[in-house]
């Protein structure tokens, strides 16, 4: 196929991709998009739980078809079965909805094309182009096709896979101990709560990781789990974790799997090194942007999608893309991101080290706690208090 | 690197924790090149376990 040209292009058209397209595009960038797979936002590889706050601070009206359920709170569980519930009125904005994520990813690329972005399906990167050791483009395969497209700027939204950033030499490599397995069910005739997200937390139940329920209404949920990666072999995986907490739970006993899930979250405080280098800059997932305590990353991959097209402007401006000119985008990730990623990276660390005595311990004492608006900086805090070891170490992010 | 291809479920997630970025998917398909250092990770961490080594037990 004859070469494209483009200003930037972004390779990858999930949430984050999807906003840094659109983004680039609404600034005038002359802008690609291309995804791998045949559809955007299949197969599903999340529980679908976003803040409500995110949709203000990337500035996209939420469309009514994205959102599945809107909950009314929260709960904590512990291996015991104490639990700590947080309500709409004492967590706000931190809330949020349940999402349809193959909508919710086809809308935001649907407004990328709406802004000018041209969209490429089945169209994947394989590799960078370099002229005299600089990144020009990117080698892809359209369609079954060799194509190459050219560029000023390549951002990488590749999500967990994240190939781009390290074939072109941001390091995006990660410990085993900041990598989560994840598996999920989407399960109907549930008889679990649909109006709450329930997080279940204790080294029995789910090593190094949580396990979680995601009502999506009428008897859906998705029931999922992440484990820690030095936990996880043969023999201790999450699915096992997984299929024995349904069996055990009554409130499943009626419930049929529709959909299986697999994903793999990364825990690690952000990337060490930066997240750009000359004429490539990462988003989301692929930056290793997710949060590392909740596990999520639908938030974050909007943001940095967003603040990618901001920065990529001014490069455009200044016709300048070096690594220099890109700085302006870490700074902003830095800025906005990285003291909560290491604030709760380090809160996983410590959790993952608890046995389920001290986990039923710490539930207790959230639920017995006086809190006012609950966010994980207060319920820190107020773990803070009573069992200060907890935050050993991280004191001052909180 | 053997793939049960009746138990993967195309994640990619071991694409992104290969520390030789070894790994390449394509829809269902998962091919590995010739960077693989048989470190294991990939399928210690296969939430399926769907990943075996040629000539490992
Ligand atoms: C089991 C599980 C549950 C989760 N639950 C939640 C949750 O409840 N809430 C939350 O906020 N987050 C959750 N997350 C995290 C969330 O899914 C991600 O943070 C989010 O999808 C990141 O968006 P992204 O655009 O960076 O990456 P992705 O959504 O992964 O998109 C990357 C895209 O790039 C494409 N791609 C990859 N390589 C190439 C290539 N070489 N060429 C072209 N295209 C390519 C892929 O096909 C994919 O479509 C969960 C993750 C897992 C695994
Ligand atoms: S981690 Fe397992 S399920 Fe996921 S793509 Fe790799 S082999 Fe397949
Ligand atoms: S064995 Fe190690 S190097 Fe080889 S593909 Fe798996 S993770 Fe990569």
Same mark, same amino acid.
């Given at each position: 196929?004859?070469?494209?040209?483009?200003?930037?292009?972004?390779?990858?058209?999930?949430?984050?991709?999807?906003?840094?397209?659109?983004?680039?595009?609404?600034?005038?960038?002359?802008?690609?998009?291309?995804?791998?797979?045949?559809?955007?936002?299949?197969?599903?590889?999340?529980?679908?739980?976003?803040?409500?706050?995110?949709?203000?601070?990337?500035?996209?009206?939420?469309?009514?078809?994205?959102?599945?359920?809107?909950?009314?709170?929260?709960?904590?569980?512990?291996?015991?079965?104490?639990?700590?519930?947080?309500?709409?009125?004492?967590?706000?904005?931190?809330?949020?909805?349940?999402?349809?994520?193959?909508?919710?990813?086809?809308?935001?690329?649907?407004?990328?094309?709406?802004?000018?972005?041209?969209?490429?399906?089945?169209?994947?990167?394989?590799?960078?182009?370099?002229?005299?050791?600089?990144?020009?483009?990117?080698?892809?395969?359209?369609?079954?096709?060799?194509?190459?497209?050219?560029?000023?700027?390549?951002?990488?939204?590749?999500?967990?896979?994240?190939?781009?950033?390290?074939?072109?030499?941001?390091?995006?490599?990660?410990?085993?101990?900041?990598?989560?397995?994840?598996?999920?069910?989407?399960?109907?005739?549930?008889?679990?709560?649909?109006?709450?997200?329930?997080?279940?937390?204790?080294?029995?139940?789910?090593?190094?990781?949580?396990?979680?329920?995601?009502?999506?209404?009428?008897?859906?949920?998705?029931?999922?789990?992440?484990?820690?990666?030095?936990?996880?072999?043969?023999?201790?995986?999450?699915?096992?974790?997984?299929?024995?907490?349904?069996?055990?739970?009554?409130?499943?006993?009626?419930?049929?799997?529709?959909?299986?899930?697999?994903?793999?979250?990364?825990?690690?405080?952000?990337?060490?090194?930066?997240?750009?280098?000359?004429?490539?800059?990462?988003?989301?997932?692929?930056?290793?942007?997710?949060?590392?305590?909740?596990?999520?990353?639908?938030?974050?991959?909007?943001?940095?999608?967003?603040?990618?097209?901001?920065?990529?402007?001014?490069?455009?401006?200044?016709?300048?893309?070096?690594?220099?000119?890109?700085?302006?985008?870490?700074?902003?990730?830095?800025?906005?991101?990285?003291?909560?990623?290491?604030?709760?990276?380090?809160?996983?660390?410590?959790?993952?080290?608890?046995?389920?005595?001290?986990?039923?311990?710490?539930?207790?004492?959230?639920?017995?706690?006086?809190?006012?608006?609950?966010?994980?900086?207060?319920?820190?805090?107020?773990?803070?208090?009573?069992?200060?070891?907890?935050?050993?170490?991280?004191?001052?992010?909180? | 690197? $053997?793939?049960?291809? #009746?138990?993967?479920?195309?994640?990619? *997630?071991?694409?992104?924790?290969?520390?030789?970025?070894?790994?390449?998917?394509?829809?269902? $398909?998962?091919?590995? #090149?010739?960077?693989?250092?048989?470190? *294991?990770?990939?399928?210690?961490?296969?939430?399926?376990?769907?990943?075996?080594?040629?000539?490992?037990?």
């Amino acid at each position: 196929m004859n070469p494209l040209r483009c200003e930037v292009l972004v390779v990858g058209a999930g949430p984050a991709g999807g906003m840094a397209a659109k983004s680039c595009a609404e600034k005038g960038i002359d802008t690609i998009l291309i995804e791998k797979k045949p559809e955007i936002g299949a197969p599903l590889r999340c529980a679908e739980g976003v803040s409500k706050k995110m949709f203000k601070e990337i500035g996209v009206e939420p469309k009514p078809e994205w959102i599945r359920a809107d909950m009314k709170g929260a709960v904590i569980r512990s291996p015991d079965g104490t639990s700590f519930q947080l309500d709409e009125s004492k967590a706000g904005a931190e809330v949020g909805y349940v999402l349809e994520r193959h909508l919710f990813d086809k809308g935001i690329s649907k407004l990328a094309a709406e802004a000018g972005a041209r969209i490429y399906l089945r169209t994947w990167m394989t590799g960078p182009i370099k002229e005299n050791g600089k990144i020009v483009g990117a080698h892809c395969v359209s369609m079954g096709e060799p194509l190459d497209i050219y560029c000023d700027c390549i951002v990488g939204a590749d999500g967990v896979e994240s190939q781009v950033g390290r074939w072109c030499g941001i390091d995006t490599n990660l410990k085993l101990g900041d990598i989560e397995p994840c598996i999920q069910y989407r399960m109907a005739g549930c008889e679990c709560s649909m109006d709450f997200c329930e997080f279940i937390l204790g080294r029995s139940v789910a090593p190094g990781g949580y396990l979680w329920i995601f009502p999506k209404g009428d008897g859906v949920a998705n029931v999922g789990i992440g484990i820690g990666g030095t936990f996880a072999k043969d023999g201790v995986r999450p699915k096992q974790f997984l299929d024995k907490f349904i069996a055990e739970d009554p409130r499943f006993r009626k419930a049929q799997i529709l959909e299986i899930d697999a994903g793999f979250d990364s825990t690690c405080p952000g990337l060490e090194d930066g997240y750009s280098t000359d004429n490539v800059l990462l988003v989301g997932d692929s930056a290793r942007l997710i949060d590392p305590l909740t596990g999520g990353g639908i938030g974050h991959a909007c943001v940095s999608g967003m603040y990618a097209g901001e920065v990529l402007a001014e490069c455009k401006k200044k016709g300048d893309y070096s690594a220099e000119a890109l700085k302006a985008y870490d700074r902003k990730i830095r800025d906005r991101m990285e003291d909560g990623l290491y604030r709760d990276w380090m809160a996983k660390e410590k959790l993952a080290e608890l046995d389920d005595e001290t986990i039923n311990e710490l539930v207790k004492i959230m639920s017995t706690a006086d809190i006012e608006h609950v966010n994980v900086q207060n319920l820190l805090i107020a773990i803070k208090d009573k069992y200060p070891k907890l935050v050993e170490g991280f004191e001052d992010l909180i | 690197m $053997i793939v049960n291809t #009746n138990k993967c479920l195309h994640c990619g *997630g071991c694409v992104g924790s290969c520390p030789k970025n070894a790994i390449f998917l394509c829809d269902t $398909i998962l091919t590995f #090149n010739s960077d693989c250092n048989r470190c *294991g990770r990939c399928v210690r961490l296969c939430p399926v376990g769907a990943l075996s080594m040629e000539g490992a037990q």
